[in-house]
């Protein structure tokens, strides 16, 4: 990748990170804004209403969740911790839900245990986001280069124009390039 690449420009937005940083200190990497629109999302409100409260622009939220390690991971630790206190409770909450399940069998009506289950993704694994900074830096990178791979196809047409080839030039060579693969393909 070249320091003028899309995907290069992109990654060099990502805030930088020490490895090791702690969960309690996540918080004290965030600035005024960040901390304030953490302190509204923690409270309940959603990324709109957070929005409204702070003056915070929701595409600078979604901004700060795509290149912002710290504030995602801070957010991430959040909703982890929320999840884990909704699991404990759930948890409590199985127990009586499989000997509904049990005693509903038993009956021959199960459906309202199972539902009761599975709308509480109780069935499925849940999957939590990384708290650790560095980590999330690192899946943001993943996603940038991700998300050029689906844009490569735009980014080698600009270079080629960019080198001075027609369309006509490019579509010649890009099938003589994809030639041999296609044979391969075939056999």
Known sequence: M????PVSVAVQQIREVQPGV??????????ADQLAVYEEVIAGSTYKDASEATGVGRSTIFYWLRVDPYFKAAINAWKAEQNEAANARLTRMTDKAVSNVEKALDSGDAKLSYHFLKDRDLLAKQKEGAVDPAVVRQQIIAE????SAIAGGRALSNLLTEAGLSPDQQ??????????????DRR
């Open 2 to 5: 070249s320091e003028s690449d």
């Open 171 to 184: 579509r010649h060579l890009l099938t003589e390039a994809l030639a041999p693969l296609q044979l391969e």
């Open 144 to 147: 940038f280069v991700a998300q």
């Open 22 to 31: 702690r969960l309690d200190s996540l918080v004290q990497q965030l600035d």
